[in-house]
């Protein structure tokens, strides 16, 4: 169809920021797009501008080459396209492909390892998660910012990070920075540089003479992040990352740097008694000035108005915005408390639940969130808290009537949460989790995760949960953004690494998963599991050897057991996959269900390990979240009493 002969139209060599890459047949929903790329003042090339005959003329080689994005719909008639095949990998050669996907394809093959955008059904218009994702990743590729989506007081369908319920902060000439969509070896957008809204609030110092008190100003810090990160116009880094540099060894602007943000807030805390005090310094991450600073001198029981006036002096100094807060008159925050004693229990029990040490610090987490309720029981932020500490214990350390029982008793905690403060994410959080992994229904744990991201702005924990709900569930293109989000804010949590590679895991890419994993053991190389999920997708990729070395250092016997029994039997050495086997059984009983599901799986033992999965089930066994895309069920996919199971559980 090449015609070098015709003159292109002049509009053909017009200067060109973004390549369009489509096929004719889907030509409505292409325009669409390339309007709202153009409206957001990137320049688009696309072959409705050149005269007929001339679909891959010089004019489109040209285009291609001055191209700074090379956007890429594949459909079901494009991924047949060669013509879109040869456009797309000129892109991907260049690095600069920004893939899209409708009707729930899947890239072809050569670019599904890239981080693909998923658009909705209907209409597209600004304020849609896909067509802001679209944005953000043309406008890194451009060292530019996207303006953010004309404000509105009513939430388009299908939002993900809008106001949803909650006043809109107004920006003074504010753009929303590019940000950094998807994570390495998904993508081949590279990150953007620190956006001007972006900041960190590192571990304020306890300058208390006691170390016990150090809890106090690591969660007064934690509280004012958490203020921070409500606010839709500022970028807040996650505390894990943060609190790597908890004693500001580096210089601020090498900090800074590491944490990919603007400014930092650095804070120091005494408590004498009834009295408190607290400085705050903003650093410029630039230059390392501090360009702000003040002292509150208050009575302990001040303290949440402490926290409230640190937020919002920070959010009127960067984006010059009204902070999201109703009101600056004391009023508590969502969620919150003006319990001075309830708010102390809380901090203690997060404390406790973020170190994860054992079943003695999860359950001493738990005594410190029902002592915050006692105290106050309207506490939303500690029954959703209360939630999360129950399921965890039941997931980890409970026989079947207690897991059922705390299962049940964290589903009505969250439910309480999210009666009492409808715009607190963590409460639908908590209660995703406990439907999930507690009742095992994936369908109903759907709208509250869908909710808690909606109303989560830059809390990584959200992410984190609502990513790896996302990739057990089958909808692969939201986990990747979420993590990717959730990366963006915290580049040196170890958490967010392990999920990153469990979902990289279900979507099959072992060689991603291991990659992740490694990234998280650097950080935390004492945290067990990781081990045992870079030997798992060893495994996948038949390198035996060096998975059953992976097993042989993780300490998690719930993965180290099966794994060593499935390289005994990839070896066909039954009789010690056996003895592996029985091992699984004696050490976990009912908790073990779903692994010795597994094991029997991949020895050919299909109707048992059926069996055991249905088990499973009726012990309200938590591994079974995995069932949808687990490989090493692959042996019983075809058969009808694992299809049953899925409904059971409504994945389909």
């Known amino acids: 169809m090449e015609d070098a002969a015709s003159p292109p139209d002049s509009r053909a060599t017009a200067p060109t920021s973004v390549f369009f890459s489509y096929s004719r047949e889907d030509q409505d929903k292409a325009r669409e797009l390339i309007k709202l790329i153009d409206e957001a003042g990137f320049p688009t090339w696309w072959d409705g501008m050149l005269e007929g005959g001339e679909r891959y003329s010089r004019a489109t080689e040209d285009a291609l080459e001055r191209a700074r994005a090379v956007v890429v719909l594949w459909t079901p008639v494009s991924i047949r396209s060669h013509w879109v095949h040869d456009e797309a990998t000129r892109g991907r050669n260049r690095e600069i492909l920004v893939p899209l996907a409708m009707e729930g394809v899947e890239p072809p093959l050569g670019f599904g390892q890239f981080q693909t955008i998923t658009l909705p059904s209907g209409k597209l218009a600004r ?11 043309i406008a890194a590729l451009h060292d530019a910012a996207v303006a953010p989506p004309p404000s509105s007081t009513t939430p388009t369908p299908g939002t993900n990070r809008a106001m949803i319920g909650r006043r809109a902060a107004i920006a003074s000439g504010l753009a929303l920075g590019a940000g950094a ?23 304020f110092e306890n300058l208390s003479g006691d170390k016990a008190q150090q809890y106090f100003s690591d969660g007064l ?40 943000v603007a400014f930092l807030l650095q804070g120091n805390v005494q408590k004498m008694g009834d009295q408190l005090k607290v400085a705050t310094f903003l650093i410029d991450g630039k230059t390392g000035k501090n360009v702000w600073s003040e002292i509150y001198e208050r009575e302990l029981s001040d303290v949440f108005q402490v926290q409230s006036e640190i937020a919002d002096a920070v959010t009127t100094k960067l984006s010059n915005a009204i902070s999201a807060r109703q009101s600056k008159d004391g009023a508590k925050q ?24 054992d079943e003695a610090s999860e359950r001493a987490a738990l005594m ?13 932020a500690a029954r959703a808290a209360r939630s999360r500490s129950l399921s965890i214990i039941a997931n980890q350390y409970s026989g079947t009537t207690e897991r059922r029982a705390l299962y049940a008793e964290a589903v009505a905690e969250a439910k309480r949460a999210t009666e009492l403060a409808p715009q607190l994410a963590s409460g639908f959080a908590a209660l995703g989790y406990a439907m999930f992994y507690g009742q095992l229904d994936a369908r109903a744990a759907r709208a509250p995760y869908d909710r808690a991201h909606a109303l989560a702005s830059s809390d990584v924990d959200v992410d984190f949960r609502y990513a790896v709900y996302c990739a057990r569930t089958g909808r692969h293109g939201e986990a990747v953004q979420a993590i990717a989000h959730a990366a963006a804010l915290d580049p040196l949590n170890a958490s967010m690494f392990k999920s990153e590679g469990n979902i990289r895991y279900a979507a099959g ?6 990659i992740s994993a490694r990234k998280a053991l650097s950080l935390s190389p004492e945290r067990s599991t990781l081990h045992g999920d870079i030997g798992n997708a060893l495994l996948m990729l038949d390198r035996t050897d060096d998975a059953r070395a992976a097993f042989d250092q993780e300490r998690n016997t719930l993965l ?3 794994g060593k029994a499935i390289v005994a039997i990839r070896k066909g050495d039954r009789a010690q996959a056996n003895a592996l086997l029985v091992e699984l059984q004696q050490a976990h009983g009912d908790n073990g269900l779903y692994q010795q599901a597994q094991v029997l799986a991949q020895m050919g033992q299909a109707d048992k390990a059926l069996d055991v999965l249905e088990k499973a089930y009726s012990a309200s066994d938590s591994g079974l979240v995995y069932l949808l895309n687990d490989p090493f069920l692959r042996p019983v996919h075809a058969d009808l009493r694992y299809k049953g199971l899925l409904k059971k559980m409504r994945f389909v």
Request: proline share 6%; aromatic share 8%; glycine share 8%.
């Open 334 to 357: 969502v969620g919150g408390t003006d319990n001075l004693a309830a708010f102390d229990a809380y901090l203690r029990g997060r404390d406790l639940f973020e170190s994860h040490i």
């Open 560 to 562: 180290s057991l099966p």
């Open 181 to 203: 969509l998807g994570f390495a070896g998904w993508k081949l957008v590279s990150p953007s540089p620190s956006s001007a809204n972006s900041i960190a609030v590192l571990p």
């Open 509 to 514: 890419d072992y060689e991603g998963a291991i």
């Open 221 to 260: 810090a934690a509280e004012i992040r958490a203020e921070l990160s409500r606010n839709i116009l500022l970028e807040t880094a996650g505390q894990t990352s943060s609190n790597q540099f908890r004693a500001m060894q580096d210089d601020p602007r090498t900090i800074a740097g590491k944490l990919k």
């Open 127 to 137: 304020g849609l998660p896909a067509v802001e994702s679209l944005l953000k990743a």
């Open 368 to 380: 410190k969130f029902n002592e915050a309720i006692a105290l106050d029981p309207d506490y939303a």
